[in-house]
């Protein structure tokens, strides 16, 4: 047990590098006790079901929601699942940031995600939690062969974006803000684009 406590702090940590300063920096407000990993995650009561987000504690979203779809698009779109569940459940507006550890928050995302996919704020007119494959590769030849075409991060689509051969917010955004990139983007947004679409 005192392993997984110590991996848990040296994780906690590492992500803190990033964390810290951007948009998901959530250290100075009060619910969080100074703590930056306290709005997600917990050492000790922690969703076991969540195995694709280590010590889960955030409360989840059972909204339904409008999914993003256009006429051209031609891979099957669902409800959302998996990790995009997981950011929609504070970025659709109606779980608080501060609903964790089973207490209800009070404190909402000012500009909400949802429940509308269709009518998303900026960049999110993109489908998400779809599966990109190399058979939807071949029947839109507008996208790239997800596990033949190289990110600049070093491996393939499928390797370095993809989260079980699905297009996930994960995709693009990288939650702990590795790569510094204001807008917690895993590629600059230029770069990221043109690597899935030619």
């Not at 047990?1 to 992500?15: A, E, H, P, R, Y």
């Not at 949802?114 to 071949?138: E, F, R, T």
């Amino acid at each position: 047990m005192k392993i997984i406590i110590v991996l848990l702090l040296i994780s906690c940590s590492s992500f803190a590098a990033g964390i810290r300063g951007s948009k998901h920096d959530f250290s100075k407000n009060n619910w969080s006790e100074g703590e930056l990993c306290k709005a997600c995650h917990i050492p000790h009561g922690a969703n076991a079901g969540r195995v694709d987000a280590p010590l889960w504690d955030h409360t989840l979203k059972t909204q339904t929601f409008t999914p993003y779809t256009i006429k051209t698009m031609k891979a099957t779109v669902g409800q959302p699942d998996g990790l995009s569940k997981l950011c929609l459940s504070c970025h659709d507006g109606t779980v608080a940031i501060d609903s964790f550890n089973g207490l209800m928050g009070t404190s909402f995302m000012r500009s909400k995600i949802g429940p509308n996919l269709l009518k998303g704020q900026g960049h999110w007119k993109h489908p998400i939690s779809i599966i990109y494959d190399s058979s939807l590769a071949v029947a839109d030849t507008r996208l790239n062969d997800p596990a033949v075409k190289m990110t600049i991060l070093g491996g393939t689509i499928k390797k370095d974006l993809l989260s079980n051969d699905k297009v996930q917010c994960t995709s693009c955004h990288d939650v702990h803000n590795d790569k510094g990139i204001g807008t917690l983007l895993r590629i600059t947004e230029n770069a990221l684009c043109k690597t899935c679409h030619k």
